[in-house]
């Protein structure tokens, strides 16, 4: 089926440890985003890639960084975790101005 | 800015209606509207674009005041499977990546 695909589905790391998140799509889209939702929070943007060969801030990067591999795949690494980065982490893409987001179906990081 | 959703929450009962607003202190060109169950992902519902006119499908509309910066999300004759968290988000015109901004999210209850 079309769509964004998000690997893994759960992780459980420890503080200090270095993983990566991986999205995927294949729908063709210019524009990727990681996004990470906490209670009450909504969601909020951590980076994204307006094009393939870019990258930029949102509004929450500080212990991230991000690579768009190529116009398919954009990830998400955690450097060193922390317990504040325990979340549900979101990828999503789009189209181009006047279409909705496409979002993966997310995943659950615990940080001990 | 974070848009501003209310209510935070609505419980209504199967075939009630209910409106959600969504405002923002910014000037906007576009605001999309998404519903999310619980443990899901974010699905789009629709955009409304600055110049654009109301949009919806089935019975599910919005509008956009681009004066007022605002818009709401109509649901009439609720069923059972609008149950769900909807988050509005909002693009501003700074720049030429798209950057959606989305709102704490209302919850919407609906009852037998």
């Known amino acids: 089926n079309a769509g964004v695909t998000q690997t893994p589905k759960f992780q459980v790391l420890k503080t200090g440890q270095s993983m990566t998140l991986q999205c995927a799509q294949d729908m063709n889209h210019n524009s990727m985003y990681w996004y990470r939702q906490d209670p009450g929070m909504g969601l909020r943007l951590i980076y994204y890639?307006?094009?393939?060969?870019?990258?930029d801030k949102g509004e929450v990067p500080n212990g991230y960084n991000v690579s768009r591999l190529n116009k398919r795949e954009f990830s998400l690494r955690l450097e060193s975790a922390a317990p504040s980065q325990t979340s549900v982490y979101f990828c999503?893409?789009?189209?181009?101005?006047?279409?909705?987001?496409?979002f993966g179906s997310g995943t659950r990081l615990t940080v001990v | 800015q974070q848009p501003v959703q209310s209510p935070q929450a609505v419980i209504l009962r199967e075939g009630e209606d209910a409106v959600i607003n969504c405002s923002s202190s910014k000037a906007l060109y576009s605001v999309h509207w998404y519903r999310q169950k619980h443990g899901e992902a974010p699905v789009f519902l629709m955009i409304?674009?600055?110049?654009?006119e109301q949009k919806g499908h089935e019975k599910i509309s919005a509008s956009f005041n681009e004066k007022k910066q605002q818009s709401s999300l109509y649901l009439t004759a609720s069923q059972l499977s609008y149950s769900g968290t909807y988050f509005c988000g909002t693009e501003s015109p700074l720049g030429s990546a798209r950057q959606l901004t989305f709102g704490s999210g209302t919850q919407l209850t609906v009852l037998p």
């Open positions: 409304l674009l600055k110049g654009g």
């Open positions: 890639s307006a094009s393939e060969g870019t990258t």
């Open positions: 999503a893409s789009s189209e181009a101005l006047g279409y909705g987001y496409t």
